[in-house]
């Protein structure tokens, strides 16, 4: 099956500033790739996503980029804000399958 | 739309026990997941299910069961509770493969001691 890799597993950076998390996925095959925010006590939350026939997508603050040729993805966030903080967990998903692959998850610190 | 929403939050089991956990969706989506989420880890697939009376495994089925008798509604069962089952339970949905959006419920947090 798939085999999604999140690094870095925790990331600080200062307000104003940006912040880039990185994935790396195993299965050739994998055509979709959210990206889902999870705040303390509640369920992650889809904020972006990819699909492979693009490069790259952008809603305001945030963009993914993915690479289909070295199999990763990557979520940028500029101009940070402490409303970032959060765990924020990319994953894979293969064509016609149903199921999701999760990476380990990133714990963004904003600090102001 | 109340949206993905889970039942109980929090939950502590003695060794053997058994319980359900509830996960309804007013959505009308078809497709629906159950994960558990380990300490510093990403979210592990349990079971899925594709439509009402369909289910089928995900990566850690082990020690699980589950049913799908309406679109709402999909429950969890663990039968033989034992430590290793202690996690952060979420249920999700979506409205079907070509919309791939999922929506993930509150979760619940089950200690098994």
């Known amino acids: 099956g798939e085999n999604v890799e999140q690094h870095p597993s925790t990331l600080s950076v200062q307000e104003g500033d940006s912040a880039v998390i990185k994935c790396t996925y195993s299965d050739s095959a994998s055509n979709y790739f959210p990206w889902y925010k999870q705040e303390l006590g509640k369920g992650p939350q889809l904020i972006i996503d990819i699909r492979s026939n693009v490069g790259e997508k952008k809603d305001q603050r945030i963009a993914v980029t993915l690479n289909k040729t070295a199999k990763h993805f990557s979520l940028h966030i500029t101009e940070t804000q402490p409303e970032d903080s959060a765990v924020y967990f990319c994953?894979?998903?293969?064509?016609?399958?149903?199921?999701?692959?999760f990476g380990s998850g990133t714990k963004l610190n904003v600090k102001p | 739309n109340a949206g993905v929403t889970q039942t109980p939050k929090f939950r502590i089991l003695k060794i053997g026990q058994s319980m359900t956990l509830q996960c309804t969706q007013d959505?009308?989506?078809?497709?629906m997941y159950w994960y558990r989420q380990d300490p510093g880890m990403g979210l592990k697939l349990i079971y899925y299910s594709v439509g009402a009376g369909i289910t089928d495994k995900g990566e850690v089925p082990n020690g699980y069961n589950v049913s799908r008798s309406t679109t709402e509604d999909f429950p969890l069962r663990l039968e033989l509770a034992a430590p290793s089952q202690t996690s952060v339970y979420f249920c999700?949905?979506?409205?079907?493969?070509?919309?791939?959006?999922?929506?993930f419920g509150p979760g619940t947090r089950l200690t098994v001691l």
């Open positions: 999700a949905s979506s409205y079907s493969e070509g919309t791939d959006t999922q929506y």
């Open positions: 959505m009308n989506h078809n497709y």
């Open positions: 994953a894979g998903r293969r064509r016609n399958f149903n199921k999701f692959y």
